[in-house]
């Protein structure tokens, strides 16, 4: 189901997610910004991504399989905090149409 | 076809070049030896869980300072991703480059390896939990080659790196492959190390049963009695030790400090029992004599025996006449201690940290004492070094004896120097 999310959605998001990294990664929210190397900079790793989700699911009404989004994210890396707010953002507000999309690129 | 990646195999000893441990005794190699120099015990009542149901209620826990280092130097996203043995491995391994001076930044990382030992503790510390967010992990934190993966990604080690178990013998196995890895040639250094934090309700309830582990409660100190004939099994202890051994080759190019060279190893098996060693220690001579012949030298020129000595009834006595039968009159004149003595046995970190007591003993030219050796037992005639560290200039070649469950029998070879 389509959605689209209000740029007030989205800061909140944003800081969302800087929220969950700081608290992850045991630093100032104030050092994280949208060209932070989620690997390099903070020493994440791929499973963190997967984490939010879980975190986020409820909130903002995501139905998707984690293993789906994995999918996804095997053709969209992410590298940056900015990359995964984008992908937040494509997640929730494209829904199954994700799906259809992986069917129609696979 | 040819590996490439293979340089010429070679018979050279093999560098000891950096030492890291954390057990009972102490967070480094430092406080470890001093405290093993001067006798002390690191045995003492359980409070790492409550062990009111356990007959045996003693063990080797972690010094209480562990903690703080351990917090300091784990962040908390590895802290869940993480088994305390894979931390305590870590730890030791960044000890050990840390002493041995390697310049990582000027090597080829592609010819670096770490191997580890464990018994597996890693899936059998079910109360090893790393707190909230844990479970989502537990794949990798209990994965038991994860502390060598870890340590790949710590120092970009691209050679092999795998876990190896076997019982009491997995860290000088670990070292033991680490020795034939760099004599292939296919790696110029590794990081061996062994590991375990079996010190848990379930382990000790099933030592108990197995009638293995000593049940003198009211006297810590005095429960680990390596050769005393008022011995009555061993403690179970958390601990490990890492060694970073390099090719001769590297280790000489870069004049490294060695702490001793590593001749050769003997790595067998009993054949016998899962749990007891084949009768007045055959296959003990049988382990000790393949270690003399793999590093081909006799063993009239072994001057100190690390022995396995768990303090139970039988390795102690088998231990003893297998010394007898391979160095016939020359095992009265060995100096013979058991580390355990003072650390209890920290199953797979046991061995590796032998084989560091071992290196440490030929570089200072000290050796650390047997402690509790107080009531003599007549099966047990050689010299255990009782109670008190010996100063011992001219020591130039040892062996450390490991054990384990399972018939899994290693002896590597030390020298001083060449």
């Known amino acids: 189901m ?26 100032d929210k104030e050092e994280i910004t949208r060209g932070t190397n989620v690997i390099d900079d903070l020493g994440g790793d791929s499973i963190l991504f997967l984490e939010m989700i879980e975190e986020f699911k409820e909130k903002y009404d995501i139905n998707l399989e984690v293993r789906t989004i994995g999918q996804y994210m095997l053709k969209n ?25 992986l069917g129609e690129e696979g | 076809m040819a590996n490439s990646t293979y340089k010429s195999r070679n018979n050279k000893p093999v560098a000891v070049t950096g ?9 480094s190699t430092s406080e470890c030896w001093e405290n093993m120099l001067a006798g002390k015990s690191g045995i003492r009542k359980i409070t790492k869980f409550d062990p009111d149901e356990c007959i045996t209620q003693i063990g080797g826990q972690l010094p209480d300072d562990y903690f703080a280092l351990e917090k300091e130097n784990t962040p908390k996203r590895l802290f869940k991703q993480t088994v305390r043995a894979t931390r305590i491995s870590r730890l030791c391994s960044r000890e050990a480059i840390e002493d041995s001076r390697v310049e990582l930044d000027k090597i080829d990382l592609n010819r670096c390896a770490a191997i580890m030992g464990t018994s597996g503790s890693s899936v059998r510390s079910p109360d090893d939990l790393g707190g909230p967010g844990t479970e989502r992990f537990k794949i990798i934190r209990e994965m038991i080659n994860a502390a060598p993966a870890w340590i790949s990604i710590d120092y970009g080690f691209r050679g092999p790196t795998f876990t190896v178990s076997a019982a009491c013998a997995s860290g000088s196995y670990a070292i033991a492959r680490a020795f034939d890895l760099i004599q292939s ?3 110029d250094v590794v990081v061996a190390s062994g590991v375990d934090t079996l010190l848990t309700e379930n382990s000790v309830k099933r030592g108990n049963f197995m009638k293995m582990l000593s049940e003198q409660n009211q006297f810590p100190e005095k429960a680990m009695r390596p050769f005393d004939r008022k011995r009555d099994g061993w403690v179970i202890s958390d601990g490990g030790c890492a060694v970073v051994l390099e090719s001769y080759d590297h ?6 400090d060695v702490y001793a060279w590593m001749l050769g190893h003997g790595s067998l098996s009993e054949s016998y029992s899962l749990y007891a060693p084949s009768p007045y220690g055959e296959g003990m001579v049988h382990v000790i004599e393949s270690a003399l012949d793999n590093a081909q030298i006799s063993g009239e020129k072994i001057d100190y025996v690390c022995a396995n000595g768990t303090s139970t009834a039988v390795n102690d006595y088998y231990e003893t006449i297998a010394i007898k039968k391979v160095f016939r009159k020359h095992a009265y004149d060995l100096l013979i201690s058991a580390p355990k003595s003072m650390i209890g046995h920290s199953i797979g970190g046991a061995s590796a940290i032998s084989f560091a007591v071992t290196a440490l003993a030929l570089k200072t030219q000290k050796i650390p004492p047997t402690i509790n050796c107080e009531f003599p037992d007549v099966d047990c005639d050689l010299n255990y070094v009782p109670n008190a560290m010996v100063r011992a200039n001219g020591l130039e070649t040892a062996i450390s004896n ?11 070879v030390l020298k001083k120097s060449l």
């Open chain 1, 77 to 101: 890396p992410i590298y940056t905090v900015g990359e995964t707010i984008d992908t937040m953002f494509e997640i929730i507000e494209k829904g199954d149409d994700l799906i259809t999309e």
């Open chain 1, 2 to 27: 389509k959605r689209k999310l209000t740029d007030a959605e989205k800061k909140e998001i944003y800081e969302e997610v800087r929220e969950f990294l700081a608290d992850e990664f045991e630093i």
């Open chain 2, 402 to 412: 490991s054990f384990g469950f399972g018939g899994h029998n290693c002896v590597v």
């Open chain 2, 251 to 256: 280790a000489v190019r870069r004049n490294a």
């Open chain 2, 185 to 187: 040639g296919a790696v």
């Open chain 2, 19 to 27: 030492i890291g441990m954390i057990c009972p005794l102490g967070i």
